[in-house]
């Protein structure tokens, strides 16, 4: 009898399981938000960095008004440390150098600022260009406030035939004419002349205010004095007669003190 041997197949080893992929390393989350930070930074920077300082100076020069460091950052697209230390750096550069103007942190802004050696030089220049002589228009344009006061600037411009803003925003910088109310029906602001005016032409009162006879040749005395007729103050108008007097020459005083 002869033995059955049962022959076992070969049974297949079973197939590994695919290895995973290699995980990389984690990078450290500082570099990665100092990358960001550096990207960030470069799309605000609107000028190189060697422009910094120069940029900072231009903004500095035109400013009014004190400028905080972070409207000064905002402005050349810096990071306010940077800004920081970029004026700082100007402030002691100007010190070093001696020059006529320095760098001021003053109620938490920067601006520039004469040195105070120089204040008298400053004030000698500020003075002269006070004492500058008017231009025609604006001797023309005095004496039409000085003679119809209070007076708007309309009705300036009516008895002069011309438009008047810019002369009269100039006499008002220089402190000859000041505001005075407004007119009660119109609501146009009235304009008159101030104590300075009177200081610069040498009188005390607007009473003693030269006539205008004298400076109308083709006029007589009658005529004159009804041109004026119904004036509210002793102080002669220019009224109707303003097209034909001189107004520059109302007062030899107008045009012989430099204002």
Same mark, same amino acid.
């Given at each position: 009898?002869?033995?059955?041997?049962?022959? $076992?197949?070969?049974?297949?080893?079973?197939?590994?399981?695919?290895?995973?992929?290699?995980?990389?390393?984690?990078?450290?989350?500082?570099?990665?938000? !100092?990358?960001?930070?550096?990207?960030?930074?470069?799309?605000?920077?609107?000028?190189?960095?060697?422009?910094?300082?120069?940029?900072?100076?231009?903004?500095?020069?035109?400013?009014? $008004?004190?400028?905080?460091?972070?409207?000064?950052?905002?402005?050349?697209?810096?990071?306010?440390?940077?800004?920081?230390?970029?004026?700082?750096? &100007?402030?002691?550069?100007?010190?070093?150098?001696?020059?006529?103007?320095?760098?001021?942190?003053?109620?938490?802004?920067?601006?520039?600022?004469?040195?105070?050696?120089?204040?008298?030089?400053?004030?000698?220049?500020? &003075?002269?260009?006070? $004492?500058?002589?008017?231009?025609?228009?604006?001797?023309?344009?005095?004496?039409?406030?000085?003679?119809? $006061?209070?007076?708007?600037? !309309?009705?300036?411009?009516?008895?002069?035939?011309?438009?008047?803003?810019?002369?009269?925003?100039?006499?008002?910088?220089?402190?000859?004419?000041?505001?005075?109310?407004?007119?009660?029906?119109?609501?146009?602001?009235?304009?008159?002349?101030?104590?300075?005016?009177?200081?610069?032409?040498?009188?005390?009162?607007?009473?003693?205010?030269?006539?205008?006879?004298?400076?109308?040749?083709?006029?007589?005395? !009658?005529?004159?004095?009804?041109?004026?007729?119904?004036?509210?103050?002793?102080?002669?108008?220019?009224?109707?007669?303003?097209?034909?007097?001189?107004?520059?020459?109302?007062?030899?005083?107008?045009?012989?003190?430099?204002?």
């Amino acid at each position: 009898m002869s033995e059955t041997t049962d022959v $076992q197949a070969p049974v297949a080893d079973a197939a590994p399981d695919p290895a995973p992929d290699p995980v990389p390393d984690a990078e450290p989350e500082n570099v990665v938000e !100092s990358e960001s930070v550096t990207e960030s930074e470069g799309e605000t920077l609107a000028i190189p960095l060697a422009d910094l300082r120069p940029a900072l100076e231009a903004v500095l020069m035109v400013a009014d $008004q004190p400028l905080d460091q972070v409207s000064l950052a905002t402005a050349v697209g810096y990071p306010v440390r940077e800004v920081a230390e970029a004026l700082a750096a &100007l402030a002691a550069e100007y010190d070093e150098s001696g020059r006529g103007f320095e760098l001021r942190n003053v109620a938490g802004g920067w601006r520039y600022y004469t040195r105070e050696e120089f204040a008298p030089v400053v004030e000698r220049f500020v &003075l002269e260009g006070q $004492q500058a002589r008017l231009t025609q228009a604006a001797l023309e344009t005095l004496a039409v406030v000085a003679y119809k $006061q209070p007076v708007s600037r !309309s009705r300036v411009s009516a008895i002069r035939g011309v438009n008047v803003d810019g002369v009269m925003r100039t006499l008002l910088t220089r402190g000859l004419v000041e505001e005075a109310g407004a007119d009660a029906e119109t609501g146009a602001h009235l304009y008159r002349t101030t104590n300075y005016f009177l200081e610069r032409i040498g009188i005390t009162s607007l009473d003693q205010l030269p006539e205008l006879a004298p400076f109308v040749p083709d006029m007589d005395d !009658s005529d004159l004095e009804e041109a004026v007729a119904g004036m509210s103050s002793p102080v002669a108008e220019v009224a109707a007669v303003a097209d034909e007097v001189p107004v520059s020459e109302a007062g030899p005083a107008l045009g012989t003190d430099g204002d």
